[in-house]
């Protein structure tokens, strides 16, 4: 296959030119792709620390150092994949109903193509608008989110929207399958047991972090897997799922979290998701001296794209093709 890819490495060097996703080419149509990463420099729905708008940028410049080929599940990304950078959406910083809107219209044209968009935050209000996105081309999804917090409270200082509010409002549009939706890897002090339930009360399942650790992550994926079934699935991971000694640089860090090496495993495992969309989100480079988090969530992103490769390569429905609408969803 020969669609959107790097340049070689060995004729360019990885240092050089300007910053994209793996140094990919920047197109802003959505013609001749099968997945476009997108920028979603948004972080004024953050309830604690922000700084998450130049998470895009880190992220980006940390992708250079990704190679093509996934050695674990045997994957050349490019050969079965085309994909683009397709730049950022155009935020309006502090306003956040108006950038969930251009957010979502940003993403529209992708979607309605069949281009699966991952997004690169930002703080975790912008999955609203993302899903919005995604919904509009294959109506309600189910949600797959890898954080330690739920995201399902009604109001933060009587405002609907913020980055914890965003999954109830998503579920309140009706954009998601609740009951085909699971979270992984909730933990941290709460409120009060209403935080977890309200996600219980949404339809939603929730797995903890001390049941992950309990069941084991083979487990864990083969229930991610069972919930899901074949329904068109947004993947949202925030970066605080992981310990912030390997993801010290978020916004609302939890200790006690998943070493980097769990969640790549975890991710590895959900070869067949059938994804219509995906996120890493919550990356906040102030907090990340040694740029650790913005390379761990590269990565993240690298595993995503190696997922779809695989289905790619597999035959399995529910990934576009280029030039069309995806197949058997």
Avoid: C, K
């Amino acid at each position: 296959m020969r669609g959107y890819q790097p340049p070689d490495a060995l004729e360019f060097p990885r240092f050089a030119g300007i910053r994209t996703f793996m140094r990919l080419p920047h197109v802003s149509t959505a013609e001749g792709m099968d997945v476009a990463i997108v920028g979603l420099p948004f972080d004024t729905g953050a309830t604690f620390r922000v700084g998450a708008r130049f998470g895009p940028e880190a992220i980006r410049s940390a992708s250079v150092l990704l190679r093509p080929y996934h050695p674990f599940l045997g994957v050349h990304l490019f050969e079965h994949l085309s994909i683009v950078d397709y730049g950022d959406a155009p935020v309006a910083p502090g306003f956040i109903e108006d950038s969930l809107r251009r957010i979502a219209d940003f993403l529209t044209p992708l979607t309605t193509a069949g281009v699966i968009p991952i997004g690169l935050g930002g703080d975790h209000s912008v999955l609203l608008g993302e899903l919005r996105a995604v919904a509009a081309a294959y109506g309600p999804v189910a949600l797959v989110q890898f954080d330690s917090h739920p995201d399902t409270w009604d109001a933060y200082f009587g405002h609907r929207y913020t980055h914890g509010t965003v999954v109830r409002r998503a579920a309140e549009e009706g954009l998601i399958r609740p009951e085909h939706s699971i979270q992984v890897g909730l933990r941290g002090p709460l409120y009060g047991p209403a935080d977890w339930q309200a996600a219980r009360d949404l339809g939603l399942e929730i797995l903890s972090a001390a049941e992950v650790r309990a069941l084991g992550l083979d487990a864990v994926v083969r229930r991610i897997l069972r919930r899901v079934g074949d329904r068109p699935t947004f993947l949202s991971v925030d970066i605080d799922f992981f310990d912030p000694a390997y993801a010290p640089g978020t916004g609302t860090p939890e200790v006690g979290g998943f070493a980097s090496w769990e969640g790549l495993a975890l991710l590895r495992g959900l070869a067949g998701l059938p994804m219509v969309g995906a996120d890493v989100v919550e990356v906040l480079p102030a907090y990340d001296p040694g740029g650790i988090t913005a390379l761990l969530a590269a990565n993240v992103v690298y595993e995503v794209l190696a997922l779809l490769a695989v289905r790619r390569r597999e035959g399995m429905p529910g990934i576009a093709l280029l030039g069309g609408r995806p197949e058997g969803l």
